[in-house]
Each structure stands twice: as C-alpha cells, then as structure tokens.
C-alpha cells in the first residue's frame, strides 16, 4: 500500500515536471520530511513514559519477589513437615501441599498477567502518543503550507524504517522536526 502510495506521489511529480502545457501561476509543490525516530526519542512524552514504565516494573519486581518468598517459606516449612511425619494426617500433608502449590500457582499467574497488562499498557501509550506526533506533523505541515510530508527516519535497522526519499539538497531547510517537536511543547535539543 506505501509502494503504491509513493508511486502515485512519483507519477503525479513527474506528472507536473514533465507536461507540455505552459506554466500557468500555480504554487509550487512543497515537499517535507520530518526524523519520527528523532522525534520520538526527544519527546517529552516518550520521556515520562519510559519513567512510567520503569516504576511499574520496580513495583511489580517488589510484589513478585513477595510473592517468591511466601513461596518459599511455605514450601520449607512443608519439606520440614514431611522430616518428621509423627502425628500428621495425610489430610494435613496433602491439605498443606495443596497451599504451596496454589501459592506457586498465584505467583506464576501474577507474573505471566502482570507482564502482559505491562506490555499492554506501553502498547495503548505508545500509539496514543504516536497519533499525537502523526496530529502535529500534520498541523505543521498545513501551518507551512506543505503539500507532502515525507519520514526519513535515521535508523534503517528499525522495522517501520522505509526509505522514502533517496536525494534531498535542502541542508534540512524542509526538516519539520524540531518544528514538531516544539508544537509538543519539548525543547528539541541543540545542534551540533
């Protein structure tokens, strides 16, 4: 679908370039790229919700490690139960068994949630903040009057890193990015 998207973009470029038609007064077609990954790694947003996530992982971390030592003290005092079996039932034994498994089984189900609702949770924000960055691009865009915006991201190792623009002699004139980034309300930071 961006293949095809890209194509139309070049025909209809090559389209306005190519045309034997004379020139009449019409605006110039203005082109734009924005650095999401730059963008998404200076965003404030990205910022706190790392933070977010590094405190919920402690806190979680913390109750598995309860839940991990309850576990073990309750299977301790079972394996001393089973040492000296005088006077104990097999109703006691099996009851006692009962709890300890059920303690590692509370455990393992904590985990195995608690791990899901966090990827869960950086999942939802993560594309809520992804539709805000998608928002401003686009509100900067119309505010400067650009007809096509293009990503041209730096990390072409990353997965949603298509390389959508092969030559650009702009000196980063017509890099958005910073202007993004500001209409976010971060500070983009100093160049180099």
Excluded at 138 to 154: H, I, L, Q, T
Aim: proline fraction near 2%; hydrophobic fraction near 40%; charge should be positive.
């Amino acid at each position: 679908m961006k293949k095809l998207i890209f194509i139309a973009i070049i025909l209809l470029i090559s389209q306005l370039g190519f045309s034997q038609a004379p020139k009449a007064a019409t605006p110039s077609l203005k082109l734009a790229y924005v650095y999401e990954d730059y963008i998404l790694q200076n965003l404030n947003d990205i910022k706190n919700l790392q933070a977010e996530v590094a405190s919920k992982k402690v806190n979680l971390e913390t109750k598995l490690e309860q839940k991990a030592k309850n576990y073990q003290e309750q299977y301790a005092e079972y394996q001393a139960m089973m040492k000296d079996i005088t006077g104990l039932t097999t109703d006691s034994l099996n009851a006692k068994l009962k709890r300890v498994q059920n303690i590692k089984k509370d455990a393992d189900d904590f985990q195995t949630k608690s791990e899901a609702d966090l990827q869960t949770f950086i999942q939802e924000k993560f594309t809520a903040i992804r539709e805000k960055v998608n928002a401003s691009i686009n509100s900067v865009a119309a505010e400067k009057g650009y007809k096509f915006v293009f990503r041209r991201n730096a990390d072409a190792a990353n997965n949603e890193s298509n390389t959508v623009m092969l030559y650009s002699a702009d000196n980063g004139k017509d890099d958005l990015s910073d202007a993004v980034l500001i209409k976010m309300g971060t500070t983009p930071p100093k160049k180099q």
